[in-house]
């Protein structure tokens, strides 16, 4: 019962779905991860052939961010990475638009063919040193008070409330230094052999030196992010969904369920009441499918408005 209670509602707003997905591929920045999911349906076609060759599940989360301050937020799970989830969202994407700013981990798996202006996340680069903190205390310390200085200066430069090209410009005199100070330090720790390559500090400092373009995207793009830790966050929630319900019995209904806390997640990002909203759309389904644009969360109640006045001129 309860699940037909629930796809009676996805099949009133998926339109939403796909017109939130044309939204966000128009973004100025997006990013994006994944986490592990369970699939029964995935799983037992892994059990019949062994020989699948896609046959880890996935959710991704995909964040978008405007320039004017609106933010979607989206969901998939089944097979596909994250970086095959963008890939289609960015099919949508205006020619006219410039590249979009990709920020995400090094993995492959986030990756996208289309052109982008990657940004690598600091707070992961930076993680790889925290974590060997113990067994490396002094090299460790002084990258890690680095990458403070940056986040100071990015703190400062939110709290005087700079545009995109102000906080870039503020970056450049405050942040440069500091980051070209551990660029010299990463080399000389390489060049003068003073690190083991396999040994965690030099795979950590490897790290850094190998994404070095995409870790200082902030230092030449206005409003390129530092880090992911929005989308990580953003996780949490089907993260949760994962606890409490363990598994999924089908892709579809995985579907629904990421269609569902997509839709519900952008609302709170708008600051929009989610059951008041879906609640609407399943009132107006026929206005829903014939224009999805015109009942996204951030217009929606425009258009209730605009009916109850042409049905009082009606009467």
């Not at 991860?33 to 989360?61: A, W, Y």
């Not at 990015?154 to 230094?177: C, F, I, T, V, W």
Request: charge should be positive.
């Amino acid at each position: 019962t309860q699940w037909d209670l629930i796809e009676q509602v996805a099949d009133s707003v998926y339109p939403i779905m796909r017109a939130l997905e044309r939204k966000a591929a128009q973004a100025q920045a997006i990013h994006n991860d994944d986490t592990p999911v369970k699939i029964v349906e995935v799983m037992q076609l892994n059990k019949k052939d062994p020989t699948r060759k896609r046959t880890g599940m996935f959710t991704s989360g995909i964040y978008a961010k405007f320039k004017d301050g609106l933010r979607i937020m989206l969901y998939y799970s089944g097979i596909r990475h994250a970086g095959e989830n963008l890939a289609l969202i960015l099919k949508h994407r205006s020619k006219d638009l410039k590249p979009i700013i990709h920020m995400c981990d090094a993995l492959s798996a986030n990756l996208t063919k289309f052109l982008v202006k990657l940004a690598i996340c600091i707070a992961h680069g930076r993680r790889k040193f925290i974590e060997i903190e113990p067994f490396f205390p002094e090299e460790c310390r002084f990258v890690i008070e680095q990458f403070a200085l940056v986040y100071y200066n990015d703190a400062q430069a939110k709290k005087a409330g700079l545009s995109g090209n102000m906080r870039l410009a503020y970056h450049k005199e405050h942040s440069g230094p500091v980051m070209k100070v551990l660029k010299k330090w990463l080399d000389k720790q390489v060049r003068d052999k003073r690190v083991e390559p396999n040994s965690g500090l030099g795979q950590a400092i490897a790290y850094l030196r190998r994404h070095w373009k995409g870790l200082t995207l902030f230092l030449r793009e206005a409003d390129a992010p530092l880090d992911n830790n929005l989308l990580e966050q953003a996780l949490k929630i089907p993260i949760r969904l994962r606890k409490n319900s363990l598994i999924h019995r089908t892709c579809h209904g995985a579907n629904v369920a990421s269609m569902l806390m997509s839709i519900i997640q952008t609302c709170r990002l708008c600051k929009i009441n989610p059951v008041d909203y879906l609640t609407v759309l399943q009132e107006n389904k026929s206005a829903v499918f014939k224009n999805p644009d015109d009942w996204l969360p951030w217009c929606y109640e425009e258009m209730l408005q605009k009916k109850a006045t042409l049905e009082l001129m009606a009467a």
